[in-house]
């Protein structure tokens, strides 16, 4: 491929830059704020994602505070929140204003930002043998766009009227009307201003992880060669590309339709007494556009997760990934068919029943890919031989959720079944343990894989298995028992159920759930600290290759610079997942195929 | 102070974690870190054996603790919602068996198959046979969901049977109007810029099938053993007129009206003695976020006898005759249904506007 040999060429120019290092002096600012290294835009990401997850998860204790404990007032609260929490008791407004930012936070700024940004950046150009990304500018605008937009959607939490408290998915017209709740006020405008910003991160993150990925790989990388992870990322980075835009579309007709007096998503309303102009609008459009995006969004956040949990696992059981080909394959069904399931959150809005029965043939289709999946990595774990590090337990943590979500999933696929429990505490369920606990745990497990890539020294791994099992655990006694609560019909995004003959009955249940919650996300913390000490004072990385793992990124010095291998990029001659090979624990990808290797 | 001495405590148990953390560290470097880590190594493995254990069994008490509540032992109170709950049965019946095989194997494989010395791991890149069985199997399960599951979808969003009962529902933030159609049959007309004052819903008086209309706030009664439908509108946000008893619910979308039907099965007092519960009653709940008083957004349903319904509607006085009290004919014969009252055809509904 001509390719290769113009890529060759530039090596060893960077090779040469990358000698030249030592010379140059960096500064502050170039190495550690506006650094196109990245690695260290990677460690921006994950460190600007962990904050959000702090302050998301914050959130949820303090509205999980009012479900489980709707009696009862905490003054402390009010010392807090000021007006918002009048008393010592959440008011409503300020409650779905939590629930909201709950929802944005950790969908869009941590498990996309945060997953992808990190794992994309940081694992793209090593694992591929790769000096940098194809465009360490853009690279960098990607992290900076994100962070203006967390600026945006911090600055929303401290405006008067309060944050967007529509619910994440911001449907018109409630999100349209500053009339109908004081979080569609100047706070809805401020969110979708943050989004926009998001999307043009993303963006620019995602084209350059689709052009690194096809363009820069090293000598000898074919494409099936690659680790699972680079194949999840560039899925991933496909659907974003693909998906994003149209999210960006409907947001701008938001605003046109709440500032400029357009009636895109309006139509038929008279809201506070007052009779609307508009008429002709689709408040229906608006939720086939953000669908559109909103599906492939939660294969954004599971794919990479899936792509880190099977290179873990395979690592750690020392034994290659159970049918590679298929794992390529059931990850490219699922990335074509996340284009065509959206309508499926749209069961119940009077949807033409006819199209409504494509969508669930199509969504129900999704569990095939997913089966194959999940034995996949059962027969990766037989007749291994497994050491249960820290990341090791996070990807069967994954698996475990993935299972348990995966198949709640075919009931709510199945629209028949999804009209009952369709915005029930079913979904919440559902969602969480799939995308939003499998997602956690996808990203746990390259936290504490990749972590000695990342800072040279080791997250200390007892702290780390306390927080495994607390997290575990945790995860299943808040989520499990919601199953019960949406299967009675609970809805979701209701501020207080005492005043209900129907719901009422699971007043404990909530406490409980919420007693649980406080628990794991102190765990959490405990995570957070963790990581922060360790980057300074955790035990040194002594050798290149701490988990004997055949991919690329372990071929590099311990504290890599900028352009990751001192000398030439090496070479590559086989897949990623040679353990157990002819007798050998493992073979690296840079050993060239022995003459008398068996052919598998 | 308690909260002073709370936070005290939570930061020392933080402290006393990360010290034992620590030490464990050192621990492991003064035995030798290959032994220390075999050794957790087994531990884990015997945790994940555990929780696969306690797990199991964890979901079987909180389904003996939880299911009564869910009120899906009483089975639901329509017609079509029965069959639902037969499909969720069999959904849980088919996915509960993967469920428990699939988490069983992940867990039996850590434990089983953990790090020991004499142990090498068996290289096994792929099988194709293997992958193919784990591709038609789940494919054949699917299949019969999805047939069945198209089978009732089609029926459940199928137009409503012509002896339906007809009422309009129309929410808004954060109550629910009904309006019945009378003894015509028929709904007035509406338009969204007459609502004004009394005039709540929009109603278009010049058209003289709304001048026999009913409209109610907050609870509606309804015949049990009749099929019933709703048609359903919202003034200002989305709205979702959800009906948990009875397994269905639809959307109340500003500008684009819905519709859904369903049989009742039992009435509120029957419901009663079904339930246990005295105080049980049918509620609409709203199911899509509407703003801040989403949560407090309840309607009620009294499902009663024909002839307590007949009695029920026959109280009622024509919304027309409330809001233009001097167009009430003198005599006092109130303007409502009786036996005899054709059912609303459907092309009426429709052409509400």
Partial sequence: ?600 | MTQFLLIAIVVMIFVVIFQIAKASEYVSVLKGEEKARKQTNKINAFMLISFLIVGLIGVWWCNDLFFGRTLFPQGAASEMGQKIDLMLYITIGVTGVVFVITQILLFWFAFKYQEKDDRKAYYFPHNTKLELLWTTVPAIFLTVLVVFGLKYWFKITSDAPKDAVVVEVTGHQFGWEFRYPGADGILGKKDYKLTKGANGLGVNFDDEASHDDIHVSTTMHIPVNRPVKFVINAQDVIHDVGLTAFRIKMDAVPGIPTTLWFTPLYTTEEMKVRTGNPNYVYEISCDQMCGKGHFSMRGVIIVESEADYKKWLATQEPEYFTIFPDKKPKTDTPAVADSSAKPAPFAAMVDKK
């Fill in chain 1, 1 to 600: 491929m001509s390719t290769t040999a113009v890529l060759h060429g530039e090596d060893i120019h960077a090779a040469h830059d990358a000698a030249h290092e030592h010379h140059h002096h960096e500064t502050f600012i170039s190495k550690y704020v506006f650094s196109q290294d990245h690695k260290m835009i990677a460690k921006q990401f994950l460190i600007t994602g962990m904050i959000w997850a702090i302050i998301g998860g914050l959130f949820s204790v303090l509205f999980r505070l009012q479900l489980g404990y709707p009696e009862s007032t905490f003054p402390w609260l009010e010392d807090l929140l000021g007006h918002w929490a009048k008393g010592g008791k959440l008011q409503p407004e300020f409650y779905y204003a939590l629930v909201t930012m709950h929802g944005t936070i950790l969908v869009f700024f941590v498990l996309t930002a945060g997953l992808s940004g990190t794992f994309a950046n940081f694992l793209i150009p090593l694992q591929i043998g790769a000096r940098d990304m194809a465009s360490p500018m853009l690279n960098m605008l990607s992290y900076w766009f994100f962070f203006t937009a967390s600026i945006i959607m911090f600055a929303s939490l401290f405006v008067q009227t309060g944050p967007a408290s529509g619910g994440w998915t911001i449907y018109p017209p409630l999100s349209a009307l500053g009339d109908a709740s004081s979080g569609s006020k100047i706070g809805m405008d401020l969110w979708l201003a943050s989004m926009a910003m998001f999307i043009v991160s993303s963006l620019l993150g995602g084209l350059n992880y689709i052009s690194t990925i096809l363009n820069l790989r090293t000598k000898g990388m074919s494409m099936t060669r690659m680790p699972l992870t680079i194949w999840a990322i560039l899925f991933t980075a496909i659907l974003g590309v693909l998906s994003f835009p149209v999210l960006l579309s409907g947001a701008i007709l938001l605003l046109f339709d709440r500032n400029l007096g357009t009636s895109f998503f309006l139509s038929d309303i008279v809201v506070n007494g007052k009779i609307l102009p508009n008429e002709g609008g689709s408040a229906i459009l608006f939720q086939h556009l953000f669908w559109f995006l909103g599906h492939p969004e939660v294969y954004i956040i599971i794919l990479p997760a899936m792509g880190i949990s099977s290179e873990v696992m395979s690592v750690n059981s020392r034994k290659p990934i159970f049918g590679y080909m298929a794992m390529v394959g059931s990850m490219f069904a699922i990335a074509i068919l996340a284009f065509l399931v959206w309508a499926h959150h749209m069961f119940v809005t009077g949807l033409n029943p006819f199209l409504g029965a494509f969508f669930v043939l199509l969504t129900l289709l999704i569990a095939v890919p997913s089966a194959i999946k999940v034995f996949n990595w059962l027969t990766t774990l037989w007749r291994g031989n497994i050491r249960f590090t820290v990341g090791m337990l996070f990807s069967i943590g994954f698996v475990s959720m993935f299972i348990s979500g995966g198949l709640t999933g075919i009931f709510l696929g199945n629209s028949s079944l999804d009209i009952h429990l369709h915005d029930t505490y079913f979904i919440i369920a559902h969602f969480h343990i799939v995308m939003g606990v499998a997602g956690f745990f996808g990203m746990f497990a390259g936290v504490y894989h990749w972590f000695p890539k990342m800072y040279g020294r080791f997250l200390n791994s007892t702290l780390g298995y306390i927080h495994f099992w607390v997290t575990l655990i945790g995860a299943y006694l808040i989520f499990w028992p919601m199953h019960y609560e949406g299967l009675a019909g609970m809805p979701r995004r209701y501020y207080d159920f005492s005043g209900w003959e129907s719901f009422k009955m699971f007043a404990e249940l909530n406490q409980f759930i919420s007693f649980v919650s406080i628990l794991v996300f102190a765990a959490q913390l405990l995570f957070v600290f963790n990581f922060f000490y360790s980057i300074f004072k955790g035990r040194r990385v002594t050798s290149e290759n701490p988990w004997g793992s055949n991919t690329l990124e372990w071929t590099t010095p311990v504290n890599a610079g900028h352009g990751n291998w001192p000398g030439e990029i090496p070479e590559v001659y086989r897949g990623a997942y040679d353990y157990g090979k002819d007798g050998r624990d493992f073979i690296p990808q840079t050993e060239p195929v022995g003459e008398n290797e068996s052919h598998h």
